[in-house]
């Protein structure tokens, strides 16, 4: 569970908080890749799928966007 008591339907990478392990991300207007981890790195991930989703169908109202999201989601064992 989250801080707030709320379980999170679904989860995207962000990396580890090392160079080695994290998701490199292009600094906007640079040409040198940037280290990054956590919500920086996961938020995007999830808002190009939902961009995706929308491209292919214009009409979708939140609650199905939402819905389809979480259909997509692989369980992960130990996050009942």
């Known amino acids: 569970p989250s801080p707030t008591g709320k379980r999170p339907h679904l989860a995207a990478p962000g990396g580890e908080d090392d160079q080695e392990?994290?998701?490199r991300t292009l600094l906007i207007g640079?040409?040198?890749g940037r280290a990054?981890?956590?919500t920086s790195c996961a938020?995007?991930?999830v808002?190009?799928?939902v961009a995706l989703?929308?491209?292919a169908n214009p009409a979708l109202k939140p609650p199905e966007?939402?819905?389809r999201l979480i259909?997509?989601?692989t369980p992960l064992q130990g996050f009942d």
């Open 36 to 38: 990054g981890h956590g």
């Open 43 to 45: 938020t995007p991930m």
């Open 30 to 32: 640079g040409d040198a």
């Open 53 to 55: 989703l929308l491209e």
């Open 21 to 23: 392990n994290s998701i």
């Open 65 to 67: 966007v939402r819905d």
């Open 71 to 73: 259909a997509m989601c």
């Open 47 to 49: 808002s190009g799928v």
